[in-house]
Antibody
Framework: EVQLVESGGGLVQPGGSLRLSCAAS????????MHWVRQAPAKGLVWVSR????????NYADSVKGRFTISRDNAKNTLYLQMNSLRAEDTAVYYC??????????????WGQGTLVTVSS | DIQMTQSPSSLSASVGDRVTITCRAS??????LNWYQHKPGKAPKVLIY???SLQSGVPSRFSGSGSGTDFTLTISSLQPEDFATYFC??????????FGQGTKVEIK
């Protein structure tokens, strides 16, 4: 079964750091681009970051650029999101997602169930 | 960035109803539009990709249409398991994959 499982969320003070992990199974992780998406309470989904299949290319939303770092360990089938200088507005459920492409389009499938990050004093 | 606007933001419907959700892009995105279903505490699930292609395993009561800036997700006969939040997403302008704000489908 193709599966993504996030971990590492929790309560952190403003200005603090947290590292999220996303364990992949059931597919050849090293051949897929991976993404992080977040959802703040009662808000919509917002794309956060992506990394290419070998980890050499990354992109970030403006709201997290310079504070968050996406990376991957293909030997461990794991995706990471290092979050530094956290702010209250970073409070959200964070999802990892695999980029899947057909002949006509790309989309996120599957997604993990998410891990909650709460930034509060 | 391309903005995605969904309507309505919520709706109440009964089992068996036909439900239509619309998504409008701030500029043309051709057919680079995906639809997802999201239930509380669960992983979001892709229903439709490339505006009208049904993802494998998704019931045929779900359908998508549109191109350019205007898109529609239709549930032909709402089932109890369909009560959820639905999001559209553009995949035209990457890497910023913008989503609509979501449409919550509730039981009437």
């Amino acid at each position: 079964e193709v599966q993504l499982v996030e971990s590492g969320g929790g309560l952190v003070q403003p200005g603090g750091s947290l590292r999220l992990s996303c364990a992949a199974s059931g597919f050849t992780f090293s051949t897929y681009w991976m993404h992080w998406v977040r959802q703040a309470p009662a808000k919509g989904l917002v794309w956060v970051s992506r990394v290419n299949s070998d980890g050499t290319s990354t992109n970030y939303a403006d709201s997290v650029k310079g504070r968050f770092t996406i990376s991957r360990d293909n030997a461990k089938n794991t995706l990471y999101l290092q979050m530094n200088s956290l702010r209250a507005e970073d409070t959200a459920v964070y999802y990892c997602a695999r980029l899947t492409c057909s002949s006509t389009s790309c989309y996120f499938d599957p997604w993990g169930q998410g891990t909650l990050v709460t930034v509060s004093s | 960035d391309i903005q995605m606007t969904q309507s309505p933001s919520s709706l109440s419907a009964s089992v068996g109803d036909r439900v239509t959700i619309t998504c409008r892009a701030s500029q043309s995105i051709s057919s680079y539009l995906n639809w997802y279903q999201h239930k509380p505490g669960k992983a979001p699930k892709v229903l439709i990709y490339a505006a009208s292609s049904l993802q494998s395993g998704v019931p045929s009561r779900f359908s998508g249409s549109g191109s350019g800036t205007d898109f529609t997700l239709t549930i032909s006969s709402l089932q109890p398991e369909d009560f959820a939040t639905y999001f559209c997403q553009q995949s035209y302008s990457t890497p910023t994959w913008t989503f609509g704000q979501g449409t919550k489908v509730e039981i009437k």
